[in-house]
């Protein structure tokens, strides 16, 4: 697909988030990689619900932004995730409610905040490392997602009191996992209270086996 289709798909996926309030405010970013390398992303500040191709920030393939919109505060530690990770193409960073809940527990387990329950979770996203705490748009958050997404054959980290950020092969794939996964946190609060049935180890080592990644 090319730059301009690239660009606009990543807006109409970012209109579809807003308008179904996976994103409010100025809160979350979108990347994608492109073809010849290089990067287009939501620029710093705006919503995702009104955004145009023409407001999108570009990052040339060394990772230099390219004069034009301001990207993302975040688009560091997204650089940081398509280096590490060189089969993802579009990453999605949102403040989505049921998930940034979530990254508000305290004592969340570091090596996986969402305990599988339900198959398309473990399919589409594997199992959620948390990624410390630190102020939107600090270093930290790059250098230990870059750290985390090689130990981790996964698609999702939870960033705690923050927000979450979801992996995907293409911009559809990443917007799917992000959905996928936001509907898990909320059946995860619906059912807190509840004897859930997880899922046996067998079970999942059945579903990571049919993993799209
Ligand atoms: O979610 C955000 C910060 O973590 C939004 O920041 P940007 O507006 O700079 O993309
Ligand atoms: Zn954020």
Redesign the pocket.
């Known amino acids: 697909m090319n730059r301009n289709s690239k660009a606009e798909l990543l807006c109409k996926l970012c209109h579809s988030l807003f308008d179904r309030g996976y994103s409010v405010g100025?809160?979350?970013?979108v990347s994608v990689r492109l073809e010849g390398g290089g990067f287009l992303v939501?620029?710093?500040?705006?919503s995702l619900g009104r955004i145009t191709p023409a407001d999108l920030a570009e990052i040339d393939a060394k990772g230099t932004p390219v004069p034009g919109s301001k990207p993302?505060?975040?688009f560091a530690f997204h650089l940081a995730l398509f280096e590490s990770r060189p089969e993802v193409g579009a990453i999605v960073?949102l403040?989505s409610t049921y998930l940034t809940a979530l990254s508000c527990l305290e004592d969340l387990p570091a090596d996986n905040a969402l305990r599988p329950f339900t198959p398309y979770y473990v399919m589409r996203v594997g199992y959620m490392p948390v990624i410390p705490y630190y102020r939107?748009?600090a270093p930290e958050i790059g250098r230990d997602l870059a750290i985390a997404a090689k130990a981790h054959p996964v698609n999702a980290f939870l960033l705690a009191s923050?927000?979450v950020v979801v992996l995907g092969k293409d911009l559809e794939d990443a917007v799917n996992n992000a959905e996928e996964l936001e509907e898990t946190a909320r059946l995860a609060f619906i059912l807190r209270g509840e004897k859930i049935r997880y899922l046996t180890a067998p079970e999942i080592a059945e579903l990571r086996a049919m993993a799209p990644r």
């Not at 939501?42 to 705006?46: I, Q």
């Open positions: 100025g809160a979350g970013n939501t620029p710093t500040g705006g993302s505060k975040e960073h403040h939107p748009g923050h927000g």
